[in-house]
Each structure stands twice: as C-alpha cells, then as structure tokens.
C-alpha cells in the first residue's frame, strides 16, 4: 500500500473516531431522549449523511418521528416530526422490518423503491420523506437496548457524494447502539422521576376545609433530579380549635430522607393534638423523639399555631426549629419575615431550650411558609434571596391564594435544584 492510500485510510479512520466522540459528547449534555437525538443528528448531518431522521416507539407501541436534521438547511424540521402509521405485522419496508426487530439496512432509494412486498403504510411515509428530501443510499439501523428496539436511525445521502457503504453501516450500527443506551437510560431517569414524585405526592396530606380561610399547598421535585426528598408541610384542626401550620424539610434526597419525612410528620401530628402545647415544647418533644428514633438524622421546621380569640383577631404563635422564617404579607403588600423564634434544628440537640413568638395578624394579610428551595440559589446572598421572595409576594398579594402560589414557584423556582413545599394562609379581609 502506498503512502497515500495509508494517509487516507489514517484520515478515515481519524474521521471516524472524531465523528464517535463528538456523538459521545452530544449525548453526555442532555438528559432528555429526544434533545440528545437531535444533537447527536446534528453531528451526524453533514459529516456523514446529507440529512437524517430519527423514530422512537413510545410505551403503546406508536412510532413517532422525533427529528428530521437537513445538512442544506443546519436545523432540525420539525414540520416533519409527528406520529407515524403503526408498524405492520407483515413488516416489508426497512424501517417497518428494523422496527421488528432486524439488524441494520443499507440501500439505495431505488431498493427503497422496491422493498415493500406487501403493503406497508410506515414505508409509504419513508418513500415521501425521501421524496421531499432527496437522496441516493441510506441505512436504517435500528435503536436496540436492553434487547428490545426503542426506535431507528435513518442516514441518507444526496447523488454527488460516495454512497454508503458497508463500512458507513458498521459506523452508524455502533453509533445506533450508543445512542439507544441514552435513549434507554433517559427513559428509565424520566420514568424514576415519575414514580419518585408520585411517591413524594403520595407522603403529603390533605388539608382541612375551614370556613373564612383559604388554604393552598404546593409541592415542587427538584428539576434537575429523580431522587425523592424529605420537603413536607402540615395543616390541621387541634382539638380545643387551634388550626397547625407547619412546614420541614429532613436533609438528604433519597427514599430514607422520604420516609423519615413521613415518620416525622405523624410524629408530629400525634405529640401537637396529645400535648397541645405551646409551638416550642411541641418541637422540644419532637427533637427528643427526633434523636431517639433518629439519631443521625436532621431535619429543620416551623410549627405554628393559628389562634383567635372571641370577637378579637387572628394570632399567630410560631417556633422554628432552624428554618427559613415564614413571611406576613398584608393585604396592603406589606410584608415582614417572622425571625423572632429561631432555634437549632432538630437532630442535634434535643435539650437546647427553644422559644416561641406571637403576633396578631391583621385581616385579610397571607402568612407563607416554604422550604430553602424556593429562595436558595447557588452564588447568591441568602438575603438577596429573601429579598425576591418578599418583592414577588407583595406583588401577587391581590391575586387569588392559587394564583399567588403557582406564580411564586414559576417565578422563583423554574431552575431550583432543590424540592420545594410551599404553605400559604390567607385571612378573610373582614
């Protein structure tokens, strides 16, 4: 072999393993199947094909096309994107026969032509993409993990260029196979995500119906996680009338973390309506149950207890036990975080003395309570962060107690890496 011909086969060869890693690295960036498709089309498209397109077969069995990337056009369109016919039971077309469950196709548009033997519905939509594309030879390889067909890569070029080969198909097979590992591993991280988050839904309570008071919950998983967490919040009617709100938060992000959140809850539950005791002898003896059952485990917390006097007006009697303060905002849009009752976290030392504080509230004002990640961002002072809450809040006052909370996380915690519960407690404005 001459010195050219070795050059060029080093050259190729270099291409190839370039064209390997950079489909590597477009896969790594994303944890969603579809982005990383149309990254990885990207890369495909023109280095090794004139334009591409990638199906996935979702749960039901339906096909759908996912990305169409044209190298002429360096963009993905999406006007081609959509559900495709059902995979027949007779499958006669390429893509049709991949989706079976066959090993790669190479082909020319003309065999394309020709392929089907028996109708075939799903090799129709391919002939008029390629109809509308143009093209000369393709592959087909089929998205195959964990021994079952996710979908297919379709790879075809344009006259003017070599057509592809057995070599080409070798390439793309393996890179089909990388690619489904990332489709397969995305869906069983959007899938883990799905039941962790059901699960953490499942742990939190219904809220009591009280005439004159509005109530609303909120409960956000992190966006950037599938893990369970330990967020939760508590509302209900104590036996002499008083109505609890309480909002926690156990460290750690796993299903320990979710179940020591519901053991605490109940805890909590049982001691507040036995004991009804001030708020800091009810986290007293919640921390003292805390280090017995729990003793390497931490967790922060506000217990507060809604109060009101005959004929007089609502008072708010709250302890926290190392916990972001709850906010008052009043019906003007005035707004005041409840930082008189700090105290450790329970978890690490039961005895320390705690303390409470009482305020009246005035009618018609919202006391919120919610947990870190709502306010914490990384990089940024943690008063800069209560300051937003507090601008966001006093700006939603005049909306609806829903409205209010939903416009809270979307404004606050669209890219919060941490759950959030939110807690908010709106007084009749007379």
């Given amino acids: 072999m001459d010195d050219d011909k070795v050059d060029a086969a080093l050259q190729a060869a270099l291409d190839r393993l370039t064209l390997l890693n950079q489909s590597a690295l477009a896969l790594s960036g994303t944890l969603d199947a579809v982005e990383g498709l149309t990254r990885v089309s990207r890369v495909l498209v023109p280095a090794l094909a004139d334009w591409c397109a990638a199906d996935l077969v979702d749960a039901n069995g ?88 996710l979908g297919a890569l379709t790879l075809v070029r344009k006259s003017g260029r070599p057509a592809m080969d057995e070599e080409d198909m070798a390439l793309v097979e393996g890179l089909a196979h990388r690619v489904a590992l990332a489709v397969d591993n995305a869906r069983l991280l959007a899938e883990t995500q799905d039941i962790a988050e059901r699960l953490q839904r499942s742990l939190l309570p219904d809220l009591p119906q009280i005439d004159g008071l509005r109530i609303a919950t909120r409960y956000a998983p992190a966006a950037a996680t599938a893990e369970v967490g330990g967020d939760w919040y508590d509302s209900f009617l104590l036996p002499q009338g008083d109505i609890t709100l309480i909002i926690g938060d156990v460290t750690g992000h796993d299903l320990h973390a979710a179940v020591a959140m519901s053991q605490l809850r109940n805890m909590l539950r049982g001691i507040a309506c036995d004991r009804q005791e001030p708020p800091e002898q009810i986290l007293r003896r919640l921390d003292i149950a805390v280090d017995a059952l729990y003793p390497h485990r931490t967790a922060t917390c506000v217990y507060a207890l809604l109060k009101r006097d005959e004929g007089g007006p609502h008072q708010l009697a709250w302890a926290s036990a190392g916990h972001p303060p709850p906010l008052l905002i009043t019906a003007d849009g005035d707004t005041r975080y409840l930082n008189d009752a700090e105290g450790m976290m329970l978890g690490v030392e039961p005895h320390a003395k705690r303390t409470s504080a009482s305020t009246p509230l005035p009618t018609g004002s919202t006391i919120l309570l919610y947990t870190d990640g709502l306010i914490e961002r990384r990089g940024e002072s943690l008063d800069h962060s209560m300051t937003r809450l507090r601008q966001h809040a006093a700006a939603l006052i005049s909306e609806d107690l829903d409205v209010m909370c939903d416009e809270l996380l979307t404004g606050l915690a669209a890219h919060s890496t941490d759950d959030i519960a939110l807690l908010a407690l709106r007084l009749p404005a007379q």
């Fill in 62 to 149: 339906r096909v759908e096309r996912v990305c169409v990337t044209h190298g002429e056009t360096a963009m993905t369109l999406t006007g081609m994107t959509g559900f495709l016919p059902p995979v027949p039971e007779a499958a006669s077309g390429p893509l049709s026969r991949v989706l079976r469950g066959a090993g790669p196709q190479l082909l020319s548009v003309d065999q394309l032509r020709t392929a089907a033997q028996a109708p075939d519905p799903l090799h129709a939509a391919s002939l008029e993409l390629v109809a509308r594309l143009g093209g000369e030879s393709m592959i087909v390889a089929p998205l195959r993990a964990r021994r079952r067909v």
